[in-house]
């Protein structure tokens, strides 16, 4: 079982920034599959980023390359998204993910939600113009 509760969204203007964590707790893993996702409101769940937390590989959504960035702190069982350059179109909820198949070293090279199993509550991020 993995526990995970997210903190960090607001409101912020265009061009703000803005630093979302998860807090980990429950078993311990050597390595895990951990992503970001957000989901506006009619809009399909999508990746935003993801980590392998043994390796520090990392993927990231088109929309958001060399504006977000993921990391973690294997120390505090934390997961953070730095979100720098905020667009208008950034506004959804957040969720942190854990995907325990596979072994923890291995992401799914599409990013599909569905793939992962132990989600936190989320936490709205709007970005206003």
């Known amino acids: 079982q993995v526990q995970l509760v997210e903190s960090g969204g607001g409101s912020v203007q265009a061009g703000g920034s803005l630093r979302l964590s998860c807090a980990r707790s429950?078993?311990?893993?050597?390595?895990?599959?951990m992503g970001w996702f957000r989901q506006a409101p009619g809009k399909e769940r999508e990746r935003v980023a993801s980590?392998?937390?043994?390796?520090?590989?990392?993927v990231y959504a088109d929309s958001v390359k060399g504006r977000f960035t993921i990391s973690q702190d294997n120390v505090k069982n934390t997961l953070s998204l730095q979100m720098n350059s905020l667009k208008p179109e950034d506004t959804a909820m957040y969720y942190c993910?854990?995907?325990?198949?596979?072994?923890?070293?291995?992401?799914?090279?599409?990013?599909?939600?569905?793939?992962?199993?132990?989600w936190g509550q989320g936490t709205q991020v709007t970005v206003s113009s």
């Open positions: 993910a854990a995907m325990t198949r596979g072994g923890g070293w291995w992401c799914p090279p599409a990013g599909d939600w569905r793939e992962y199993n132990y």
């Open positions: 980590i392998i937390t043994g390796s520090g590989s990392t």
């Open positions: 429950g078993h311990t893993y050597s390595s895990l599959c």
